[in-house]
């Protein structure tokens, strides 16, 4: 099984702060999914990665396979943006099930 | 993009009664779909892996004869809860990964479904 570990756990900002969340996994993997969770509880898939970094308006995804590391970067934060961020990663080569990160609460203060 | 779609969105029901969930891929077929349960504050966790037209297969530790799954077609599986009980109250999603889209890995979510046990 894939372990995963994202930091940090809680993040406030203020509006318009860049926001880093990082994400580190144990086992090589083919591609990682980053996932957007409002109060709600509705998943948003926001980025799945195999390599390098994707872009999507202010959102930006990295990922180093060498390093099994990936990271998520907001610009210009929002109010909007506050929700809950997970990574997922499957759990190996060829095995699709996921393993989910704990989970990265974000906060943007107006 | 492709979407996936979960019906109901929210439930309330007895303790005793089942409780049946669908999981819709709206515009692609998916010969396999995933479920997963989220409780409140926690990750979510795959509970099993529904297989079009064969049995499920269930993580450790979730009961088959409990959380009944059903892919009967290529664009539905069906999660019933049978004699539900308040500790099953919590979060379900399933995602479906779409075979012909440009990133074969990516797996699309549904929006959810919250059963609460009373």
């Known amino acids: 099984k894939n372990e995963v570990e994202q930091s940090p756990q809680n993040l406030t900002a203020q509006e318009g702060e860049f926001i880093t969340i990082n994400c580190s996994y144990s086992?090589?993997?083919?591609?990682l999914h980053w996932l957007q969770q409002h109060p709600g509880g509705g998943i948003v898939s926001l980025f799945m990665?195999?390599?390098g970094k994707k872009k999507h308006g202010r959102l930006i995804a990295t990922i180093n396979i060498q390093e099994k590391h990936s990271s998520l970067h907001i610009t210009a934060s929002h109010p909007r943006d506050s929700a809950v961020y997970i990574c997922?990663?499957?759990?190996?080569?060829?095995?699709?099930?996921?393993?989910f990160g704990t989970g990265t609460r974000l906060t943007i203060i107006p | 993009g492709a979407v996936v779609s979960q019906h109901p969105s929210r439930v309330i029901c007895k303790s005793g009664t089942s409780v049946k969930i669908e999981c819709r891929s709206l515009?692609?077929?998916?010969?396999?779909m995933f479920w997963y349960r989220q409780f409140p504050k926690q990750s979510l966790m795959l509970m099993a892996t529904?297989?079009?037209?064969?049995?499920?297969?269930?993580e450790q530790g979730v009961e088959k004869d409990k959380f009944l799954i059903n892919h009967a077609s290529l664009t539905l599986s069906t999660l019933t809860v049978t004699s539900a009980h308040p500790e099953d109250s919590s979060f379900y999603i399933c995602?479906?990964?779409?075979?012909?889209?440009?990133?074969?890995?990516?797996?699309?979510f549904g929006p959810g479904t919250r059963l609460t046990v009373l």
């Open positions: 997922a990663v499957p759990g190996g080569f060829g095995n699709e099930k996921l393993t």
């Open positions: 529904s297989n079009e037209g064969s049995k499920a297969t269930y």
């Open positions: 990665l195999s390599s």
């Open positions: 995602s479906a990964p779409n075979r012909f889209s440009e990133s074969y890995n990516e797996q699309f």
């Open positions: 086992v090589g993997i083919s591609a």
């Open positions: 515009d692609f077929q998916a010969t396999t």
